[in-house]
């Protein structure tokens, strides 16, 4: 008996430690719950850039003109007189519009008149965006559509330009990356196996509707990694990361992520928030009632709620297996990958349960309207942003992309400005070299891959961008035919092509208001403060690779829409 009343003391002052135990870590928790704050990335930047307005030198390797394309100007103005046309109309403009941003902004410009024999003959029903040089005035009438008459909502031009002036309020530069992302994209090129998740699910599917309409003509499970080593894949955000710190961005660069939809989620962009701090988008910049305002007034429609299915009856159970056959059956096949909570809520719940996916639902078709107007806003950012950065453009297909478009408009606005067009082939190449430890590269290929990014600002770079993109998309790369040079520079010889067409080069003398606005310009700058441009290339710290490392490692059940 004294045994047991002494088990019953020790039992009776655990309990009571248990209970004290618990009573200070609740109340621990709820003190030091009281100083927790909500990430914001202006606060972020703030803390970066405590000196809001004040202009610093730039380091002119990262963020400076190149001085090679400076003499390309915008010059889309007729070269020839054309008679003023009469005050009555004897026609009208038929525009029709569909697709997503990409479709709608390029298809604008693909105007022609019907009464025209010579417009008649070339016309875009053959899909040949490059015209004979006779019809160079017809090429420049379409820069002036989509470069000067072509214009946003006013509301969506005020709050674009609003979101830049809060971007460089910090006295900073900023380069702006789409990822480019997109679902028809990656199916398009066979791009699944990127994903090894419920996203390669979706691309496969959407790919073999895309051979059913004959948009593809190909296998339907091709090798993903083959396609990557081609160049045919958008290079992932990590891959951008690291190529931008081997270019020397510092980890404060502010980094503007355009794209109204990165088709994985926002975990993919994981890599690159934890190589850069400052790496905003859309939603960091405006308020909720901004972009709501933006939208307008809705009627409200009602949720779309998944609703799994009614699970099967006892006696249903007992027919399906009177049903089966004789005995001895199978085994019966192995379970399936689990299906995580979060994979039967989302818009890609069908796939879960169904083969075919279902007709985009009202609160679907709204959700892409806002897209567009979301896309609007990243457009404006991305042209007038001082790097720019894409993850997919100039793939060869008849296929318009977000970030092709905003390189011709860079480039047809100032040639100079620094955007990148790199070779995804190439860039593939660099990658296999330190695929095993890509977090520690060795200088060489530090300097290899800052060599090949350098070249792709230049006019190998642009070269190539006229051989890709040029035969399918006259607008991301408007050159020679809208654009002048200055006299006071060396004139650069034409550069053609096989088929005998110009790729770079060839332009004509701008008038002499031009050349007197650009010596200006060319005095202003050579005032501005300049950084100490240190050309050693900048390893990763170690606290960033960790970090990274268990960001990764625990992400299994992540949303996709996170």
């Known amino acids: 008996m004294a045994f047991k009343s002494k088990i019953k003391w020790v039992a009776l002052f655990v309990l009571t430690l248990s209970l004290g135990s618990l009573t200070v870590h609740l ?34 390797r990262l963020w400076g003109a190149v001085r090679s394309l400076e003499s390309l100007q915008p010059y889309a103005n007729p070269r020839n007189l054309y008679p003023v046309p009469g005050k009555t109309s004897n026609g009208f403009i ?52 989509a470069f000067h008459t072509l214009q946003f909502r006013p509301e969506i031009q005020i709050l674009g330009l ?32 990127l994903f090894q998740d419920v996203h390669t699910e979706l691309i496969q599917y959407r790919r073999e ?16 990694h083959i396609r990557r080593e081609n160049g045919s894949c ?37 890599p690159l928030r934890a190589m850069f701090a400052n790496v905003v988008d859309r939603t960091s910049l405006c308020s909720k009632t901004e972009l709501s305002d933006l939208v307008g007034p809705e009627t409200p429609l009602p949720p779309d709620v998944f609703k799994m299915p009614n699970p099967k009856s006892e006696e249903q159970l007992k027919e399906e297996w009177n049903r089966a056959g004789p005995r001895p059956r199978p085994l019966p096949p192995p379970p399936d990958r689990p299906v995580y909570q979060h994979e039967k809520e989302g818009w890609y719940a069908w796939i879960t349960e169904n083969d075919k996916e279902p007709n985009p639902s009202p609160m679907d078709l709204r959700m892409q309207a806002h897209r567009l107007l979301w896309d609007a806003l990243d457009y404006i950012v991305s042209v007038e942003a001082d790097a720019f950065f894409p993850g997919f453009h100039s793939d060869g297909s008849r296929w318009p992309d977000f970030s092709g478009l905003v390189i011709g ?7 100079s400005s620094r955007t990148y067009r790199p070779d995804r082939k190439k860039i593939t190449e660099l990658f296999n070299i330190i695929r095993d430890d890509m977090y520690h590269p060795k200088r060489n290929w530090i300097l290899s891959a800052r060599e090949h990014l350098n070249r792709s600002l230049s006019e190998e770079g642009l070269i190539r961008q006229s051989l890709l993109s040029k035969p399918t998309s006259f607008l991301s790369h408007p050159i020679p035919e809208c654009s002048c040079r200055i006299s006071s520079v060396e004139i650069t010889k034409p550069i053609k092509g096989k088929d005998g067409r110009i790729l770079f080069g060839g ?55 996170d």
């Open 94 to 145: 038929y525009a029709k519009i569909f697709g997503g941003f990409e479709k709608i902004r390029s298809s604008a410009s693909k105007c022609y008149s019907r009464n025209s024999r010579d417009t008649r003959k070339y016309s875009f029903k053959r899909h040949k965006p490059i015209l004979p040089p006779i019809l160079s005035e017809f090429q420049r009438l379409r820069c002036r559509v």
């Open 209 to 224: 509707q895309m051979i059913k309409q004959g948009i593809v003509n190909d296998e339907l499970s091709v090798e993903s």
């Open 162 to 193: 609003r979101m830049v002036e809060r971007l460089r309020a910090w006295g900073q530069p900023f380069l702006a990356y789409h990822p480019g992302l997109v679902r028809d994209t990656l199916a398009y090129h066979g791009c699944a196996e």
């Open 27 to 60: 109340s621990l928790t709820k003190f030091s719950s009281m100083s927790l704050v909500q990430y914001s990335a202006k606060e972020a930047l703030s803390h970066d850039f405590p000196y809001i307005g004040s202009p610093v030198g730039r380091n002119k």
């Open 507 to 561: 332009e004509p003398e701008c008038p002499k208001w031009m050349q007197s606005a650009r010596a200006e310009k060319a005095r202003t700058d050579e005032t501005e403060p300049a950084e100490d441009e240190n050309d050693e290339p900048e390893q990763l710290e170690p606290d960033v690779i960790s970090s990274l490392t268990s960001l990764i490692d625990h992400d299994e059940e992540w949303d996709p829409n």
């Open 409 to 415: 408009q860079r480039l047809y606005e100032r040639a």
């Open 234 to 270: 958008p290079l992932m955000p990590e891959e951008v990361g690291l190529l931008l710190r081997a270019m020397g961005y510092p980890s404060n660069t502010i980094i503007y992520v355009a794209g109204s939809q990165t088709f994985g989620g926002q975990r993919l962009l994981i």
